[in-house]
């Protein structure tokens, strides 16, 4: 009984993230004083030099608006934007490349993003939780203050800033990796799949770097508390091993409020993710932003947050669903 | 003074005896506050006091010739666009703080109102709050935040940056202030009020606000690290208003101007000391906050 409780709670907050999510992307646009189509109609003059007939525009903007579902009041507007982006996945073409359908370019960038996400993510994670837990289970020792040292200066360093020192130093100073990275597209072979790999390095590294000192910092106050807990102390007079308390222990427990974190947190580390992107050039979803932020192509923009809000929703819940696996006490309450 | 960790009733603990109130404050040193302070005093200081004695307005380009290396009259050198890039990395330090600390100030006293209503009015009220709250912080906020920027570039404002990141700012904090404000109406002290005739505003001010006080320090020096990075990040990406100098903007010229090409390091690694030094000691100024309310409260 407890599980379905729960996940139907988790659920419940899923469909209303995604729904509060899709309305904000809906009327942010539309609460702005500024008209994408007036700027489409606008940048077309400008190559037409400005030959275009009044009733040419007129056309040109019942059928601009007609293609991207501004038509009709607000409401109705809203009811069919929903329609097209929950059932069709819609988002319309993008400005930019124009008969392109938006919901196409996204999904081929999709995997690229996820593939760096994913791996960086899981490989901070884990490293910083591990070395959280040496750190705070030797907590009394002076070489575990090392430990914490290391994530004391690493977590305020900005995405950012990480990211230039990094492309500084291993890409100019030390030329290990390409300043402007590569990434082949086509049909994949061995040569082009290593070569990805060696080019993903260094943004893998930079998120890697940033996730790594939140997650030490939190597992290490975590595993302190955990320590004086009297089942551990329970655990030593019982003779067991330094090794087995910290992992099957202090880890075991100190593990849960941080899976409920890193659910919590993966808004900000897509955050990180699209950043790292723009600033290695590497071809996911945060480069399409760039690129369409930069030149206008609000379609693709749309296409790209409301993409990006589902995926960061469902990472969420299914971290939320694995819980009760980890967590015998929602199983059995 | 240092007080007596035993004390089980809290409210002696949060306010300690007046007259000793100029001592008392030393239980609040610890290594990590004092190195945090002194990073900050030093930087916000010197970037207060500093831009008095300006020799230009490090924002106009072409104030001086362009790409000079360091010099007496230039200590960091001029950047490709003709400006001194010390002064621009002074007038970055504290346009920084400064939208930091408005942007502090609004999230603390969004996040606050709502925390604190929706602990400890609870009930459906809560429900709900707390759906919108969880809502906020799981939506990734880069990508509204680029959508916007894009919409409003060019034709906005420093401060309007600052409220943006503030509107989409407070759900974290909220998040923190409500779970304590959940833990606090169980207590002994909540209830004695109550019973002593205090409504739900007297209550809120006066018994539950001191003892969050501690907290919210915490979390508004937090919310300036918070504020700085997003403003900067949006600059770096060219989404803010990148012609005033913050700690992002002056990267975002640095790398339009192809600087690593160019082999021109100071213009990137000048500011990137400067962040991190100043993130640095936003952080240990935090923690060490922490540590000394914890230890007074005789939790660590």
């Keep these: 009984m407890g599980v379905l409780t729960y996940v139907a709670k988790r659920l419940g907050l899923y469909f209303a993230v995604l729904f509060i999510g899709l309305t904000i992307t809906f009327l942010l646009p539309r609460l702005m004083p500024i008209n994408p189509v007036d700027g489409y109609i606008g940048q077309l003059q400008g190559r037409a030099n400005g030959m275009l007939s009044v009733e040419a525009i007129a056309e040109l903007r019942a059928n601009l608006e007609e293609l991207y579902g501004l038509k009709g009041d607000l409401f109705s507007q809203y009811v069919n934007y929903l329609r097209r982006v929950i059932l069709h996945f819609d988002f319309g073409p993008s400005f930019t490349y124009f008969p392109q359908q938006v919901s196409v370019m996204i999904l081929n960038a999709l995997p690229w993003t996820l593939g760096l996400l994913l791996t960086a993510t899981m490989i901070a994670w884990l490293l910083g939780n591990m070395v959280g837990l040496v750190a705070g289970y030797f907590h009394k020792h002076k070489a575990a203050s090392v430990l914490e040292f290391v994530g004391i200066l690493l977590y305020p360093i900005p995405y950012y800033i990480l990211a230039v020192t990094l492309l500084l130093l291993l890409a100019y100073v030390f030329p290990v990796f390409p300043l402007s990275p590569t990434f082949p597209v086509g049909q994949m072979t061995p040569e082009k799949i290593g070569m990805i790999f060696y080019n993903s390095l260094l943004p893998g590294l930079t998120l890697v770097l940033a996730g790594f000192g939140w997650n030490i910092l939190s597992m290490k106050a975590l595993a302190v508390a955990t320590t004086e807990e009297p089942y551990v102390t329970y655990a030593r007079l019982k003779g067991a091993s330094n090794w087995t308390r910290m992992t099957r222990y202090v880890f075991r427990n100190a593990l849960l409020p941080q899976v409920t974190a890193l659910a919590l947190s993966l808004g900000m580390v897509f955050n990180g993710a699209l950043l790292t992107e723009m600033i290695f050039s590497y071809p996911g979803i945060g480069l399409i932003m760039r690129t369409a932020a930069t030149g206008g192509d609000y379609n693709v923009l749309y296409g790209a947050i409301t993409l990006s809000i589902i995926a960061v929703a469902t990472a969420g819940l299914v971290i939320d669903l694995i819980y009760p696996l980890l967590d015998p006490r929602i199983r059995h309450k | ?300």
């Design chain 2, 1 to 300: 003074m240092i007080v007596d960790t035993k004390d089980a009733d809290p409210v002696t603990m949060v306010v300690p005896p007046a007259p000793k109130a100029r001592a008392s404050l030393l239980w609040l040193v610890n290594p990590r506050l004092a190195v945090g302070l002194t990073i900050l005093g030093v930087m916000g200081l010197g970037s207060v006091v500093l831009p008095l004695f300006a020799p230009a307005d490090p924002s106009v380009q072409a104030s001086y010739m362009r790409n000079l290396p360091m010099s007496q009259a230039h200590w960091l050198g001029t950047n490709a666009l003709g400006q001194d890039i010390f002064w621009f990395l002074v007038f970055a330090i504290r346009n920084s703080l400064t939208l930091g600390v408005v942007v502090a100030i609004g999230v603390t006293i969004i996040a606050t109102i709502v925390g604190l209503s929706a602990g400890y009015i609870g009930g459906r009220f809560e429900r709900a709050v707390m759906l919108v709250v969880d809502t906020f912080i799981t939506i990734p906020l880069l990508p509204i935040l680029i959508i916007l920027g894009a919409l409003i570039r060019g034709n906005t404002s420093f401060l309007t940056v600052g409220f943006i990141i503030i509107v989409f700012g407070w759900a974290w904090d909220a998040r923190t202030v409500r779970s304590m404000a959940l833990s606090l109406r169980e207590r002994e002290f909540i209830n004695m009020a109550r019973f002593s005739g205090a409504n739900t505003l007297q209550i809120l001010v006066r018994e539950v606000f001191p003892y969050v006080m501690a907290y919210t320090l915490v979390g508004f020096i937090n919310t300036i690290l918070f504020a700085i990075n997003l403003e900067a990040t949006l600059a770096v990406i060219g989404l803010s208003k990148v012609e005033v100098p913050t700690l992002g903007s002056i990267i975002f010229w640095a790398l339009n101007y192809n600087a690593l090409f160019t082999g021109h390091h100071v213009w990137l690694v000048a500011p990137i000391v400067a962040t991190v030094t100043l993130f640095l000691g936003l952080f240990l100024t935090s923690t060490g906050f922490n540590q000394a309310f914890a230890s007074k409260r005789g939790v660590a």
